[in-house]
């Protein structure tokens, strides 16, 4: 039997989100920093001949057909004129919801895979595309470099970043992305800024003062996580996070949570671990 191929899906915090207007289509023009973390969810790919997929476990709330691995597999499968199939097993650790790209690194991860399995011969650039169509968030995983993002998201520019600690927390809350962004009271209108601008600390969330008022839960992860770093949303929520310059100061802060928030430690990289594997 052969044996799968096994893969990292790595998460990401948005360092910064910068809304800079709205466009015709109601998409959203952003500004925004990709840090890539050495944790995430592991993918498996096992390959079929006859075609099929199959996805284990059944992810509660979450349709097979609606999933964004399949929706990958299937969209890849399409574009390399591919006959194979596979049995991808997923080892789900990344909580649901928290804006730090669980949906979007296991698609990446499954479009990268699948294209190395299947021996579709797709180059990056056509896998990010493929990603693009899928989300926003997908081409920054697919092409594995924390990175600057402007646009929906889809222009990017790798950077050098620090390779800091961060504590992330998420609270039992799920943070609906369509209703921020649809939301009258967003801020829409942050100025354009240079790559330069950030690196001397000139940024925001745009989206955290609104999510902090309609989600108390949100609002109190950022107040008790600001006790000991500056905390910040990533995305639209609901995880916070805070940096620290070494593991055993985030682990201090991590063995202090409250019970009713559930949070890990996760380092910082530039290069993707999923990357490194391929």
């Known amino acids: 039997m052969q044996e799968p191929l096994t893969l990292p899906a790595p998460a990401k915090l948005n360092l910064m989100l910068h809304i800079t207007g709205r466009r015709a289509d109601g998409y959203h023009n952003l500004q925004t920093v990709f840090q890539l973390l050495d944790r995430g969810d592991t993918l498996s790919f096992t390959l079929r001949t006859d075609g099929a997929l199959t996805l284990s476990p059944d992810i ?95 222009h990017l520019q790798p950077l050098q970043l620090p390779e800091s600690w961060f504590l992330v927390l998420t609270p039992a809350c799920h943070v609906s992305t369509a209703e921020i962004f649809c939301h009258k009271r967003l801020t ?27 989600y108390p839960e949100v609002d109190f992860a950022l107040t008790w996580l600001s006790q000991y770093s500056d905390s910040r949303m990533t995305g639209t929520g609901a995880s916070v996070f805070a940096s620290f310059e070494s593991e055993v100061a985030a682990q201090a802060v991590l063995d202090k949570t409250p019970d009713e928030l559930s949070g890990f430690l996760a380092k910082g990289v530039n290069l993707s671990p999923l990357q490194q594997l391929i």
Request: aromatic residues 4%; negative net charge.
């Open 60 to 154: 509660k709330g979450v349709s097979f057909d609606n999933n964004l691995i399949v929706r990958a597999a299937r969209l890849l499968q399409k574009a390399g004129n591919c006959e194979l199939g596979a049995d991808i097993a997923l080892d789900k650790q990344l909580p649901m919801g928290g804006g730090i790209g669980g949906g979007s690194s296991n698609a990446a991860t499954s479009l990268v895979g699948l294209n190395h399995l299947w021996r579709c011969g797709l180059n990056v650039d056509q896998l990010a595309e493929l990603g693009r169509q899928l989300g926003a968030d997908v081409p920054v995983f697919v092409r594995g470099h924390s990175a600057w993002a402007e646009g929906v998201g889809e």
């Open 188 to 214: 829409r209108d942050t100025p354009i800024i240079k790559v330069a601008a950030f690196f001397e600390g000139d940024s925001q969330n745009d989206c955290q003062p609104l999510v902090r008022e309609l």
